[in-house]
Nanobody
Framework: VQLVESGGGLVQPGGSLRLSCAASGFTFSNYVMNWYRQAPGKERELVAT????????NYADSVKGRFTISRDNAKNAVYLQMHSLSPEDTAVYYC????????????WGQGTQVTVSA
């Protein structure tokens, strides 16, 4: 099983980034996909969730209206489009697969660093 994130990097405040996560080794279309993040000195935070069928997404209040999660089951991929980034969004971002909404993830990626700084 592999979840491989990409797309992180350094961006200026107000900028945008699109994270991608490529999945392999399990039946991707059966799983809820999540994006988490962990900032230095803080606990890991659930950012966004998308059900296996793609409908009914959920977001943390801190990112609502700025981030969009999507998935392509044909490509075994999940994405996180991020707009209006602020330094508070600086964190390592992880994609994770869980069996159902609200369940602890079964599989985790290695994370990709997002740094928002002028």
């Amino acid at each position: 099983v592999q979840l491989v994130e990409s797309g992180g990097g350094l961006v200026q405040p107000g900028g945008s980034l699109r994270l991608s996560c490529a999945a392999s080794g399990f039946t991707f279309s059966n799983y809820v996909m999540n994006w988490y993040r962990q900032a230095p000195g803080k606990e890991r935070e659930l950012v966004a969730t998308i059900p296996s069928t793609g409908g009914g997404t959920n977001y943390a209040d801190s990112v609502k209206g700025r981030f969009t999660i999507s998935r392509d089951n044909a490509k075994n991929a999940v994405y996180l489009q991020m707009h209006s980034l602020s330094p508070e969004d600086t964190a390592v971002y992880y994609c994770a697969a869980s069996w159902n909404i609200g369940f602890r993830p079964t599989y985790w990626g290695q994370g990709t660093q997002v740094t928002v700084s002028a």
